[in-house]
């Protein structure tokens, strides 16, 4: 008898999976009860933690939004609305961190930073970087540093539709489409970037290093487990191969 080791082979297989997950604002920090779901986000989090190796990027959420309303009322130009975005962002990694049980004075302030403080077993949680994009973006950043093997979007809605399925009843869901198609929705709703499915140069930075992408509902934490541990999961799988 060879003496392979096959017993536990099977949850071995994606152990040096590399994932880059892209938590939205509006579902780390509704204001809906919100202790309650970072503290099981981070839960479900530290429990894959040894199977894939993660890091998160938070998104800005309410907090954004009103420091850009307000620092808008008060004249602030693009860039300077941007800078308080990003603070909102690396506020809420704060907050996850927290609950993750190690939160630093500061979060890492480049997806190279985070790229290398990446290690199996501990999750690095960063917000924003520099003014011009979203988290989306940044994401897809940390993903090409890390060469991860794919970035989870963890959203608030359950996959991408084919329209707005709040507008339109003949909405389609889809759950599978390749990063072109993406492309093809994100350019086209530009103008609209705020509200747009994943950040533009997120999916150029992501078809141009082959990063796949999987949008899933973020409140869903058995779905978002899945999704990040590469297993089948309700949501959109946009292939980049
Ligand atoms: P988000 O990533 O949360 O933006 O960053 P978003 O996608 O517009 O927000 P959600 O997902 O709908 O909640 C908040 C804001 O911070 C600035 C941008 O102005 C962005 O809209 N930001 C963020 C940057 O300028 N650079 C970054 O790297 C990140």
Do not use: W
């Not at 941007?82 to 609950?99: E, F, H, K, P």
């Not at 003014?131 to 060469?147: K, L, S």
């Not at 809605?157 to 399925?165: I, K, L, N, W």
């Not at 759950?175 to 929705?185: H, S």
């Amino acid at each position: 008898m060879g003496s392979y080791p096959t017993c536990g082979y099977k949850s071995q297989v994606n152990s040096t999976d590399k994932v880059v997950v892209s938590i939205g604002g509006s579902i780390l920090v509704p204001g809906d009860n919100d202790s309650e779901y970072i503290s099981k986000l981070a839960e479900m989090l530290k429990g894959i933690r040894d199977e894939v190796q993660i890091a998160i990027v938070c998104g800005g959420g309410k907090t954004a939004r009103y420091y850009a309303e307000t620092g808008k009322a008060l004249g602030g130009d693009t860039y300077q609305l941007d800078v308080l975005g990003i603070g909102a962002t690396r506020l809420n990694a704060q907050l996850l961190s927290l609950a993750l049980g190690d939160m630093p004075d500061e979060v890492p302030r480049s997806a190279e930073e985070t790229a290398r403080r990446s290690q199996p077993g501990k999750i690095v949680v960063m917000g924003g970087t520099f003014p011009g994009h979203t988290t989306d973006a940044v994401a897809t950043m940390v993903a090409r540093e890390m060469e991860a093997d794919r970035v989870v979007n963890a959203t608030s809605v359950d996959a991408v539709y084919t329209d707005d399925p709040r507008k339109n009843k003949d909405a389609k869901r889809i759950e599978k489409m390749t990063i072109a198609e993406l492309g093809d929705i994100v350019y086209k709703e530009h103008d609209a970037s705020k509200s747009s499915v994943f950040d533009p140069l997120g999916v150029k930075i992501a078809a141009a290093n082959k990063i796949d992408i999987m949008m899933v509902d973020g409140r869903n934490l058995e779905e978002l487990r899945k999704a990040i541990l590469g297993q089948p999961f309700s949501g959109t799988t946009v292939n980049s191969h």
